[in-house]
């Protein structure tokens, strides 16, 4: 079974920076797209970032220059470095996979990030 597992996630001051990573097995990591995700309380999920097979990134506009994503398929692992964190960051942010030549997309179970003021 396939499973995408975040950690890194915590509570952090404004200002401050945390890296999440997500782990992936039982896929084959190197051909799937990767993106975080983030959710906030009553808000919808939206994406943050992406990170293509052949290393395009892309960031949604809130996070340029703040976010970075990265992937490192010798060890099917996919990250999220966030530095500037403000307290609008705060959300559950879950990683995905995702390849449309397989038509298969896979979720991670989301890691809290808290960021105070």
Same mark, same amino acid.
């Given at each position: 079974?396939?499973? #995408?597992?975040?950690?890194?996630?915590?509570?952090? /001051?404004?200002?401050?920076? #945390?890296?999440?990573?997500?782990?992936?097995?039982?896929?084959? *990591? %190197? !051909?799937?797209?990767?993106?975080?995700? =983030?959710?906030?309380?009553?808000? /919808?999920?939206?994406?943050?970032?992406? !990170?293509?097979?052949?290393?395009?990134?892309?960031?949604?506009?809130?996070?340029?220059? =703040? *976010?970075?994503?990265? =992937?490192? %398929?010798?060890? %099917?692992?996919?990250?999220?470095?966030?530095?500037?964190?403000?307290?609008?960051?705060?959300?559950?942010?879950?990683?995905?996979? %995702?390849?449309? =030549?397989?038509?298969?997309?896979?979720?991670?179970?989301?890691?809290?990030?808290?960021?105070?003021?």
């Amino acid at each position: 079974q396939v499973q #995408l597992v975040e950690s890194g996630g915590g509570l952090v /001051q404004a200002g401050g920076s #945390l890296r999440l990573s997500c782990a992936a097995s039982r896929i084959a *990591f %190197n !051909i799937y797209n990767l993106a975080w995700y =983030r959710q906030a309380p009553g808000k /919808q999920r939206e994406l943050v970032a992406s !990170i293509t097979a052949s290393q395009y990134t892309n960031y949604a506009d809130s996070v340029k220059g =703040r *976010f970075t994503i990265s =992937r490192d %398929n010798a060890k %099917n692992t996919v990250y999220l470095q966030m530095n500037i964190l403000k307290p609008e960051d705060t959300a559950v942010y879950y990683c995905s996979a %995702n390849s449309v =030549r397989l038509g298969q997309t896979y979720w991670g179970q989301g890691t809290q990030v808290t960021v105070s003021s």
